[in-house]
């Protein structure tokens, strides 16, 4: 039989000390203490060993004992050092584990930490499970709670990611409503109003998704009404480009102008993705060849 590993014994210790009746001179909440305590010990045992799911299980068993001793901050950490554990190949088990902190930091009134850990979630969504919809959902929570805290550019950060995500999911009015928050936001302060001409070009591509020229030609006047160098740049040009060719039903028309406007600003990937759906949509709208 082989010898049991270090984090095996500590575990076992832990395991008895949890299960032990108080005795006459100590309480329940010192025995919880004690074993929460050699739960950690052998979680990190378990991460020596490299046996993260094993880790994040006795992380997990710490936390409970932490909350039975009324432990909250204590109880949050662990709880956060069992995802992290979980992130290393058990996505499920880490959500579960970060969404236990935000508990108990919502509960503390610390919601710029709960909402780092919902952006931690958000990452988890979309990176290893490809779960577009959670993501987004996660991103605009963690969004809100950083918004709350004034942590405004964290905030937009969050929420331009969930505009994406509404793209990626083809809901073009939430994206465009999401994209003209984020830009709103970034027109008031002097550091941030570089990066409008990227929202507005991303809503109005939204648009267009929507094959509606109308509210493209609206919207393109209204930004410009609300910072009058956007008319004048590269974005906006190439938005009117795209409508002349949506509106001429020529798809020709509108390669080129995307090709002139990548050998100066090179797409990225979302960009791509929904100048492909906008032509598709040209070509496929009946009449048109």
Known sequence: ?????????????????????????????TKFEEAGDLYQQAANSFKLEKLFKEAGDCFAREAECRE???????????????????????????????????????????????????????????QEQNDLRRACESYERAGDWYAQEDAIATANACFKDAADLHADLEEYPAAIARYEQVADHSLSSALTKYSVKEYWLRALLCCLALQDTVTAKRNLQRYGSLDTTFTSTREAKFINALIEAVDAGDPEMFTAAVVEFDQVTKLDNWKTAILLKIKKGIQEEPGLT
């Open 1 to 29: 039989m082989a010898p049991k590993s270090p984090a095996q014994t500590l575990l076992e210790k832990a395991d008895k000390k949890a299960a032990s009746s108080s005795g006459w001179f100590s309480s329940s909440s």
């Open 68 to 126: 039975k001793c009324k432990e909250a901050n204590d109880a949050a950490n662990a709880w956060w050092n069992a995802a992290k554990a979980y992130k290393r190949g058990y996505p499920d088990l880490a959500i579960q584990a970060l969404t236990q902190t935000i508990v108990h930091f919502t509960q503390g009134g610390r919601f710029r930490q709960a909402a780092d850990r919902e952006k931690e979630i958000a990452q988890i969504y979309l």
